[in-house]
T-cell receptor, first 114, second 115 residues
């Protein structure tokens, strides 16, 4: 069965630090990959997505993610975080040729210290 | 950890009938629940936000009379698709959070097929 694993449940960083959030998935076929962010009290927002093409995907707010097929990974990165990046981040996977079910990781809570 | 159960995981119904989808928080009190819809090969679309004991807030373009949301208790929210049509066929997923919005948990989703 498909699954998504986010390694860090809670990350605390200082402003200007670099960020990398891990995401691994299990599915042998073609996938669509997403990173979503949810700020406190708000609904989910799409940060970036990978469907095909360049495995290095750039999203909003300076985030990027790299799809490494051989490692089944789609890690999220940002070179310099801001206090406003404090939020919960979700990795999600949608397998092609399945029933379009999207599977979410359990989320990583990111707390940025001012 | 927090667990959200969504039921059914898959449902097929005839055009014109109604379908109810349940979203339950099993080990925490969910004061806020979100309902999303996913179209094929696209990202999630927020349909509505529901707070326990009050009317749901619908996103623009979502018909509130068609997608009835009830959040009558701190552990249960339901989405009823009324008079379903084939274009309502989609993947619906809920997420829930506590009063302090400390963490969000997703249900496993419901695949609705209207024939």
């Amino acid at each position: 069965a498909q699954s998504v694993s986010q390694h860090n449940h809670h990350v605390i960083l200082s402003e200007a630090a670099s960020l990398e959030l891990g995401c691994n998935y299990s599915y042998g076929g073609t996938v669509n990959l997403f990173w979503y962010v949810q700020y406190p009290g708000q609904h989910l927002q799409l940060l970036l997505k990978y469907f095909s093409g360049d495995p290095l995907v750039k999203g909003i707010k300076g985030f990027e993610a790299e799809f490494i097929k051989s490692k089944f990974s789609f890690n999220l990165r940002k070179p310099s975080v801001q206090w406003s990046d404090t939020a919960e981040y979700f990795c999600a996977v949608n397998a092609w040729n399945r029933d379009d079910k999207i599977i979410f990781g359990k989320g990583t809570r990111l707390h940025i210290l001012p | 950890g927090a667990v959200v159960s969504q039921h059914p995981s898959r449902v097929i119904c005839k055009s014109g009938t109604s379908v109810k989808i349940e979203c339950r928080s099993l080990d925490f009190q969910a004061t806020t629940m979100f309902w999303y819809r996913q179209f094929p090969k696209q990202s999630l679309m927020l349909m509505a936000t529901s707070n326990e004991g009050s009317k749901a807030t619908y996103e623009q373009g979502v018909e509130k009379d068609k997608f009835l949301i009830n959040h009558a208790s701190l552990t249960l929210s339901t989405l009823t698709v009324t008079s379903a049509h084939p274009e309502d066929s989609s993947f619906y997923i809920c997420s829930a959070t506590r009063w302090d919005h400390y963490g969000y948990t997703f249900g496993s989703g419901t695949r609705l097929t209207v024939v």
